[in-house]
Every structure is written in structure tokens, then in C-alpha cells.
């Protein structure tokens, strides 16, 4: 699996946390505040997601030209191979 794909599934399970976290006690998340409320906490994991649907994304997208260079390379035949005929 491509580590770009792994990071975004760890980055969207960090997202889940803050945000079930966060609707419990926002405190807990947001520590520098004095009261803090559930809407900035449901930012912060909106925003968390959406990074996260990025880098799957990215991470489709490098696995995908990896695969196309692959068979690509594996379509053309070797010069080092002796030909027969």
C-alpha cells in the first residue's frame, strides 16, 4: 500500500477521535480555550477530513501512474532479448 494512502486512513481515524472527542468534552481538544464550544471542534475535524480525502486521493493517483509505468514498461519488448527469426 502506498504510504500516502496509509497516512490519510491514520489522519481520517485522528479526524473520527477529535470529533467524538470533541462533542464530549470540546475542553479536551481545545485546551487553550477558556470555553470552548462543539462548533470549532467540528471545524477542526472537517478540516481533518478533508486533508485526509486529499492525500487518499493523492495516493490513488501516484498508485495509478506507478501501475501505467509498469505495464508500460513490461508492453515493451527488450532490446537484450535475441531475436529468433
Not at 464530549?24 to 464550544?37: E, N, R, S, T
Amino acid at each position: 500500500m502506498n504510504t500516502l494512502i496509509y497516512y490519510a486512513f491514520n489522519v481520517f481515524i485522528l479526524s473520527l477521535i477529535v470529533l467524538g472527542v470533541g462533542m464530549f468534552k470540546p475542553k479536551w481538544i481545545l485546551l487553550w480555550m477558556d470555553k470552548p464550544g462543539r462548533l470549532p471542534v467540528i471545524m477542526i475535524s472537517a478540516i481533518l477530513f478533508m486533508a485526509a480525502a486529499v492525500m487518499f486521493g493523492e495516493g490513488n493517483k501516484q498508485m495509478q501512474q506507478e501501475k501505467a509505468q509498469l505495464s508500460k514498461q513490461q508492453a515493451t519488448p527488450s532490446s537484450e532479448v535475441p531475436d529468433l527469426h
